[in-house]
């Protein structure tokens, strides 16, 4: 298994922006997303990339969030802009190897992920 490594995380006030990073030793992937998962709360998917580099964003950070990749230098980023306490939460890289599912219903289902990296907290205060 191919390990994903998060950066960037840290903590903000209300308003502020963050850029997460992922990288890995090996890149082959077919769909990548970033999660987060504040306490108490289920992981939730925030954005989505295609394998054709489409993005595809959770609504409450639409217009906020970016997702984009480099294939060529092995990296995912999250920008992140207008940052709000309920953006609170650990980030995690996700990618999956092979296949394709509606990137839209993937925002929902982690479970289709099978790779993920540690995460990277990131908190909001006001």
């Known amino acids: 298994q191919v390990q994903l490594m998060e950066s960037g995380g840290d903590s903000v006030q209300a308003g502020g922006s963050l850029t997460l990073s992922c990288t890995a030793s090996r890149w082959s992937w077919s769909q990548m997303g970033w999660f987060r998962q504040a306490p108490g709360k289920q992981r939730e998917g925030v954005a989505i990339?295609?394998?054709?580099?489409?993005?595809y964003y959770l609504d409450s950070v639409h217009g906020r969030f970016t997702i984009s990749k480099d294939n060529a230098k092995h990296i995912l980023w999250l920008q992140m802009a207008e940052l709000q306490p309920e953006d609170t939460a650990i980030y995690y890289c996700a990618a999956r190897r092979a296949g394709w599912v509606p990137p839209r219903s993937l925002l929902r289902r982690p479970e289709d992920f099978s790779d993920w990296g540690q995460g990277t907290q990131v908190t909001v205060s006001a």
């Open positions: 990339v295609d394998d054709d580099g489409a993005p």
